[in-house]
């Protein structure tokens, strides 16, 4: 938790939250699939994220190469927020392209 507080204590640790290990997986194209889930294998299960707010990716891979658990294994994967959703944009592109 030191490591956790000391980035908020800086402004760079807007929010984190630890992730249940259940959950429900949907899909199907009206979410008509629900699934008990997630079936990750255990070295890609998500334990939790952090909201980083840092002016570039190699800020947050300095703040990823302090976590405390590495030493034990744990993976960080540090991603950039998509400005927007890949699916949303290739669906407003196909929404063009029928309507032209």
């Known amino acids: 938790?030191?490591?956790y507080d000391r980035l908020a204590a800086q402004?760079?640790?807007t929010v984190g939250h630890p992730l249940a290990h259940q959950g429900k997986i949907v899909s199907g194209k009206t979410?008509?699939?629900v699934v008990d889930g997630?079936?990750?294998e255990s070295k890609e299960a998500i334990g939790g994220y952090f909201l980083l707010s840092v002016k570039t990716i190699e800020e947050a891979v300095k703040i990823a190469q302090d976590c405390p658990g590495l030493p034990y294994g744990v993976?960080?994967?540090v991603r950039p927020?998509?400005?927007k959703c890949e699916i949303h944009e290739i669906a407003e592109a196909e929404l063009a392209r029928a309507e032209a």
């Open 1 to 3: 938790m030191s490591w």
């Open 11 to 13: 402004g760079k640790l």
């Open 31 to 33: 979410g008509q699939f």
């Open 38 to 40: 997630p079936f990750a």
């Open 75 to 77: 993976t960080v994967e």
């Open 81 to 83: 927020i998509a400005a």
